[in-house]
């Protein structure tokens, strides 16, 4: 269960800091962080799915986004 919490946050600055997109989309919006080196990313993909649409959305963030992502750094850390 959700419950609003209070807010200054315009819905247009909420849009602006939320990424829900395309997996193209979520590449071109987290790439400047990975060129800036950021390497983690908190998902919190299961507000109002089913646990299998939150599967598939993970497995798609995995296959598709983050393969993308990856700098030859972050590729010598996690092996």
Known sequence: ML??????QSIDE??????IATPQEMIGKLAPHAELGINRVILSMNSGLDAQQTLDAIQCFAK?????????DAAMITQ
């Open 14 to 19: 909420l849009g602006e800091s939320l990424l």
């Open 3 to 8: 419950r609003e919490l209070p807010r200054e």
């Open 64 to 72: 598709d986004v983050m393969p993308h992502l990856i700098t030859s």
